[in-house]
């Protein structure tokens, strides 16, 4: 192998390390999404680092590492590894827009949103962030619940169901509460029932 070879297959054998690290598949994509500003395609690496935009009629699903997500249209989703130069998805910062994920259990991983962070582990969920509030649905499973700090006051919440319970948090606190009741809205069962098949696992919701 001469010298150009060499260095061709180096490269080839580097590019995919990250990525493998957390294998990543693209199951659908629609409409316009981006990764790192540029058009996503269905073979995009996806992995620790990076940003996912949805355009106007944007769609996207795929599975990261035993996780798996879909973003609706108008959304901004960053991949955030907690180590330095780490490859491990740990948080997901949705900065704008809707998400669906499940996640593998196991290993703690984060939603932080516009106004709430999400602590999770073995859970699926879906938010929706504005800056106004987040809705945040525990759609199985539990979660941990944070309202973002302002001056002294943070509100914590645990919520645990195998059939979606939902929670506002609010930007401005309401009658002095932060965290509120909400309803089940904008998303399925059968949608995050989808996210774990694609995932390799079995339907949350079935007795």
């Keep these: ?39 996503m395609a269905r073979n995009s690496a996806v992995f620790a680092g990076q940003t996912l935009e949805t355009g106007p009629d944007g769609v996207v699903w795929l599975t990261l590492g035993g996780d ?51 602590g999770i582990r073995g859970t699926g969920v879906y938010v929706e962030t504005s800056r106004e509030e987040t809705y945040a649905c525990t759609c199985f499973g539990t979660t941990e619940k ?11 919440l645990q919520v645990s169901t195998q059939n979606h319970l939902a929670r506002r948090i609010l930007a401005d606190p309401q009658m002095g509460m932060r965290v509120l009741e909400a309803p089940f809205q904008n998303h399925t069962s059968e949608e995050i029932a989808r996210l774990e098949r694609l995932a390799g696992r079995p339907n949350p919701f079935r007795s």
Excluded at 11 to 31: I, M
Excluded at 69 to 82: C, D, M, Q
């Design 146 to 156: 944070y309202s973002n700090a302002s001056g002294t006051m943070m509100e914590r």
């Design 1 to 39: 192998m001469n010298r150009r070879h060499f260095l061709a297959a180096g490269a080839g054998a580097l590019l995919p390390l990250a990525a493998a690290a957390q294998s990543a598949a693209v199951h659908e994509l629609s409409g316009e999404v981006r990764l790192n500003g540029f058009r």
């Design 68 to 118: 798996a997500y879909f973003l609706r249209p108008g959304s901004t989703l960053r991949l955030v590894a907690n180590e330095a130069r780490g490859t491990l998805v740990d948080v997901l910062r949705l900065v704008s827009g809707a998400l669906g994920a499940t996640f593998a259990p196991g290993r703690p991983r984060s939603v932080v949103a516009r106004t709430a962070t999400i």
